[in-house]
Nanobody, 114 residues
Framework: QVQLVESGGGLVQPGGSLTLSCVVS????????MKWVRQAPGKAPEWVSS????????NYADSVKGRFTISRDNAKNTLYLQMNRLKPEDTAVYYC???????RGQGTQVTVSS
C-alpha cells in the first residue's frame, strides 16, 4: 500500500521558517524522483520543487527560489522542504508527490500570517 505522509505545517509569521517532511512507504522511494506541490484555496495546484533520486538535481519555482530547499534522506524514505523567509502568498496545502505517478499524500497546511 502506497503511503505518503506529510507533516510540519502550521501557522507562522511572515519572515518565519518551517520544515516539511514526507515519509513514504509502499514504493521504491530511493529510486523515485520526488516533488513538492502546493495548492492555495481557489487556485490550481502549483509545482514548488523537485529532486531526483540521487539528489544530484534540484529545481525550484521562481516564486520560492532562494528561500526554499528540497532534500531527501533515502535511508529514512523521507522527503523534506525547508522553507525560509515565508510570505503570506506561500499559504497553501503542501503535498509531496512521486514524479510520473499519481501518488500523493494528504497534505499539510502552511499558513503565513501576522
Amino acid at each position: 500500500q502506497v503511503q505518503l505522509v506529510e507533516s510540519g505545517g502550521g501557522l507562522v509569521q511572515p519572515g518565519g521558517s518551517l520544515t516539511l517532511s514526507c515519509v513514504v512507504s509502499g514504493f521504491p522511494f530511493s529510486t523515485s524522483d520526488m516533488k513538492w506541490v502546493r495548492q492555495a484555496p481557489g487556485k490550481a495546484p502549483e509545482w514548488v520543487s523537485s529532486i531526483d533520486s540521487t539528489t544530484t538535481f534540484t529545481n525550484y519555482a521562481d516564486s520560492v527560489k532562494g528561500r526554499f530547499t528540497i532534500s531527501r534522506d533515502n535511508a529514512k524514505n523521507t522527503l523534506y522542504l525547508q522553507m525560509n523567509r515565508l510570505k503570506p502568498e506561500d499559504t497553501a496545502v503542501y503535498y509531496c508527490t512521486a514524479a510520473g505517478t499519481s501518488y500523493r499524500g494528504q497534505g499539510t497546511q502552511v499558513t503565513v500570517s501576522s
